[in-house]
């Protein structure tokens, strides 16, 4: 697979959004050439194809909130992992093909500060499909959940094996259900609280920031590029780059 003639993301709110900037830095390390950075602001799944069928050639997008569960839908890509919904997207030859990446950038983002998810307790708030996606990979890890219910309750799924009581002592908690673009989280108890939301005003040793950037690398692993994973920088390098390109 070479490289798009676009990439970028979608979804609302978006201007804030790291993504598009950390889609041209691993292009400059990849040697990607010229690609066309779009931000495509969709509040549901028919305005967001309707914008992505404006754009003619190879489309690389990360999708974010609102769209996650209902692109998913609307592509009625198969799901045996019960996350019902997608993050990141490629469109070839117009073919759609789908990853989720956000639990895998969760348990990378973890590891990055020094939490090993083997053996922790995660105390998690909401039950999107964020939600769905960090308890599957936690639960893979050998992790535990103490599920909090926020706007939604954490639905069934192959994480419930991990689900312990919620009187223990969480090592980690976050709150999914903050609002995009830095909203505050509901506290929740735990050795540490992180935040997946961030705004302009972010900071390089930000959570969120971590997050989205271990994210991004997962998805140029196993949708966009992989063939070139030994030339991906690693996490430690790409927030290093971030931070030049402030």
Known sequence: MGYPDFWGVAGYPISHSLTPRLFEIVGGVLDSGSVKTVFLEARDADEFFERAEKLEGELWISCTSPLKNSVWKALGFEDEDGLQ???QLVRKDGEWGVYNS??????????????????SILRIRGGGSTARSIAHSWSKEGGH???????RALTRGPWDVSIVDDSLEADISVDLDAEAGGGGSFPLPAGRQVSI????????DDFAVIMVAAQHLEAW????????????PSLVELLELLEERR
């Open 197 to 204: 939301s961030y705004d302009e005003d972010w900071k390089i």
């Open 221 to 232: 692993k196993k949708l966009f590029s992989p063939n070139k994973i030994e030339k991906l």
């Open 145 to 151: 959940i103490i599920p909090v219910r926020g706007r």
């Open 85 to 87: 919904a997608v993050n």
């Open 102 to 119: 956000d639990g895998r950038g969760f348990i990378m983002a973890c590891r990055h500060i020094g939490v090993e998810p083997s053996g």
